[in-house]
């Protein structure tokens, strides 16, 4: 089940469900305009967000923000017609490729045989849309490259673009006046390849990108939000490990056992599954 959760004066947020991909959808209120962060896996999961937050009085957003082009994050734009939908320039690319696309399950399983989609996602689509498939693929209506800045009115919402191996067109949310940092996907894997994967090089250069800012909390879109302390467990444990992979020559068992001996105690299955993907991108 969902629940409508609130951080400081102006975020609120949906919690993630797995079995669908429900991501966590944000909202940033301030006193003159409601900025939404994501539009939801279906128009479903966007109405159920909104109709939750009119029960506190949160008015609906003016405008949509979107981390990226997976379809989790985007199928929900179509049920917010009057909001304005903003994405990076990368972002509004890869969606017109989902234009022309199919969405029975004849057609998803087709594009799982050739690889251009994954069983993950094919299942959760099939979940969230058990009985109708009115799928429909809504462009943003403003688009940008690197950076947009929006005053909600007494709060203030940095949007960049930040890239990272699960999808190069990621962008973050800083809620400055918060110290909130949405995270979305970027600092998760590339699940699209062959072999779920990190690459050293593009890790280190996102998590230098992500240390700029001055956060006391992080949200990645599917677990629940993480301290600064968790936040920075988890970078020091992608930077060790990305490390011991550049030393090692992306050898698994050399990089274990290095990493056993920084820590001083047996791998966690993270741990071990973060090593994994290091070598599937070395």
Known sequence: MHSIKKIGKSFWYITPISETDRPILGMVVGNNKTLMIDSGNSESHAHYFLKELSKM???????????????????????????????????????EKLIPLSWSDEAIDARVKEGTEIEFCAKAMKNEFKD?????????????????????????????????????????????????????????????????????SETLRLLNELETFDADIYIPSHQQPISKEEFNQEVAMLRTIAKYTDICGGDKQKIIEEYEKYVNRELTEDEMETITDFVNGY
């Not at 994050?73 to 990076?88: C, K, P, Q, R, W």
């Not at 943003?140 to 673009?161: A, N, S, W, Y």
Request: proline content about 4%; glycine content about 6%; charged content about 25%.
């Open 132 to 200: 109708h498939r009115d799928i429909k693929i809504v462009l943003p209506d403003v688009t940008f490259t690197k950076q947009i800045e929006m005053d909600l009115g007494g709060v203030t919402c940095i949007v960049r673009h930040v890239g990272g191996d699960h999808a190069a067109d990621s962008v973050i949310v800083y809620i400055k006046e918060e110290k909130i940092l949405f995270l979305g996907d970027c600092i998760y894997p590339d699940i699209f390849s062959k072999k779920e994967n990190y690459t050293i």
């Open 57 to 95: 009085e949160v008015p609906n957003p003016d405008m949509v923000v979107l981390t990226h082009w997976h379809w989790d994050h985007i199928f929900g734009l179509s049920a917010l017609s009057n909001t304005v939908s903003i994405a990076s320039k990368d972002t509004k690319n890869e969606m």
